[in-house]
């Protein structure tokens, strides 16, 4: 699929048929692990929903309502994501330890490996769709879709290993490990997967406070800032980067040498309105080599008051 909406679209479809799948399933089997899976579906069937509307939202310009776009939603909408599942999985983790303190729970294991099959196939189908979306486009959404149908994928297959154990077990008349199988399985899969949510949850969060992305990103951006100002005469060169979602936002302080009946003509250029416009063209275009969608605002002083880290806080 090559467009965004399609994309989530798609997602969202399959995440309603698995969590309708499993909870069916979980009336026939008695399962909590297929339960925990249902429901984790079902949850992000509907997280999915709002997905879709906020992709459309971020490739929106700003607006007077929103001065600064609509990419901090994407960032809302993972990290919602993120709870969510981390919620879920916690649910799941108490419910399976009660479990097993009371003596576990009878499950029946052929209706379990049924759906166990299915769940596995679809989930690992949807992933892949995913990653060749990812070809076509750069979507935090999609990113952040494919890592949960990858972490789904893993937690079906173990269902459906564990199930077959437990097939293997009743054939060899095992009765007394039966009716822990699915506890301690559903206790696995969730200790195994929980740094997932965590990781999703913590970037997200990460970007609703404006921190510097990692250094991967935003040292090529420094880098590309440097070179585009190479052979102007500075003070001094502030860079702050943040990234809300998708979008790349620099803002850049140029502080200048101050104009002086003195200064040479060289540096009295630096005030000309038309060379900071070519200034600006300039870093934006090296930018953007680097990364894109990106929104470089490049400002040029001769006080570094105006560039100082607590020029908003401090008043001279």
Known sequence: MKTEARTLAFSAFMALLIGCAGIIATLASNSQAILLDGLFNLIYFSVALVTIKVSKLASRPDSDSYPFGYSYFESLVNLCKGLLILGVSIFALVDAIAALLTGGREIAAGLAVLYALFATAACSLTAWVMHRSQRHMSSPLVAADKLNWLVNSVISAAVLAAFCLVMLFEHLDWQTILPYVDSVLVIAVVVLCLGV????????????????????????????????????????????????????????????????????????????????????????????????????????????????????????
């Open 197 to 316: 949510p965590i990781r999703m949850a913590s970037q997200a969060l990460q970007e609703l406070l404006n921190k510097t992305p990692e250094e991967t990103i935003a040292q090529p951006v420094r880098q590309a800032v440097a070179r585009a100002l190479a052979d102007t005469d500075t003070q001094e060169v502030r860079v702050r980067i943040v990234r809300p979602g998708r979008l790349l936002y620099v803002i850049v302080h140029v502080v200048l040498p101050a104009t002086t009946p003195e200064a040479s003509a060289d540096t009295s250029a630096y005030a000309s309105i038309s060379t900071q416009d070519a200034l600006r063209a300039r870093i934006d275009d090296e930018v953007r080599r680097y990364y894109s969608p990106v929104v470089c605002d490049v400002v040029f002083t001769a006080n570094t008051r105006w560039a100082a880290p607590s020029c908003g806080l401090l008043v001279e």
